[in-house]
């Protein structure tokens, strides 16, 4: 057998560092976005780059996403908000109770939007069908996931937005000043979380 000093360095190299960001309870570090083919946008690109929630969430869809390395979970959402909030770029996904990816981001301080291409739009029709808790989503749809700022975001992705976990607030039926919504969408009582994220950076195709 040849052994090679470069590659056995290497891969000695990775395990150290595995090893530390594990026992930190820390995230591996970050794919190399750009090798992957992702720019990242300066605070003020993304502020420029026009992006229209109305179409990127409502009409083709995200996946939210949490977790790290070791262990991660993602949905498909098609409600939410992008906006301005404490003077900052920011984001809203809500999130119902039963979601497996709840608890990860309710255990996270990070959480990714992830948005494709149509030609994956079979892949967020699965992960916005089955639950985490049941398949596993990586094998069954092919979706690649990358270590990204804290969070965990996808190889395939066509922008990445990574949000700071800023505010949680579950919603109540007291709240509700429209009660038809109530009827009309919460007829098991299972009231969506709200998550407003800080949004700390995009990365495009
Ligand atoms: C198009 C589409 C949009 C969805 N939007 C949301 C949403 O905004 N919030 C939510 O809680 N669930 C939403 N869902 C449902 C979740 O994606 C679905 O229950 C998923 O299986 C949850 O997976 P998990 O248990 O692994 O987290 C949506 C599903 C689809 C297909």
């Not at 039926?173 to 009660?179: G, L, M, T, V």
Request: aromatic share 14%; hydrophobic share 40%; proline share 3%.
């Amino acid at each position: 057998m040849v052994i090679n000093p470069l590659e056995n360095w290497e891969n000695l190299r990775y395990n150290i560092y595995e090893n530390y960001y594990r026992k930190a309870g820390m995230n591996m570090a970050n794919a190399n976005m750009e090798a992957l083919g992702f720019k990242k946008l300066t605070t003020e690109e993304i502020e420029a780059a026009g992006f229209n929630p109305f179409k990127m969430i409502g009409k083709d869809w995200m996946l939210v996403t949490a977790g790290d390395e070791s262990s991660w979970n993602t949905m498909t959402a098609s409600w939410g908000f992008m906006g301005i909030i404490w003077g900052k770029p920011a984001v809203m996904a809500v999130i119902r109770p039963q979601r497996y990816t709840k608890e990860f981001i309710d255990n996270s301080d990070y959480f990714t939007l992830s948005f494709f291409d149509e030609d994956m739009r079979s892949a967020l029709l699965y992960c916005g069908k089955y639950s985490g808790r049941d398949v596993d989503k990586e094998k069954e749809t092919g979706l690649k996931p990358i270590c990204i700022d804290g969070s965990v975001s996808f190889e395939q992705a066509k922008t990445v937005v990574v949000c700071k976990k800023a505010y949680a607030q579950d919603m109540s039926e007291d709240c509700f000043a429209d009660k038809g919504a109530v009827s009309a969408w919460y007829p098991d009582n299972d009231y969506h979380t709200s998550y407003i994220g800080e949004i700390v950076s995009v990365y495009v195709k």
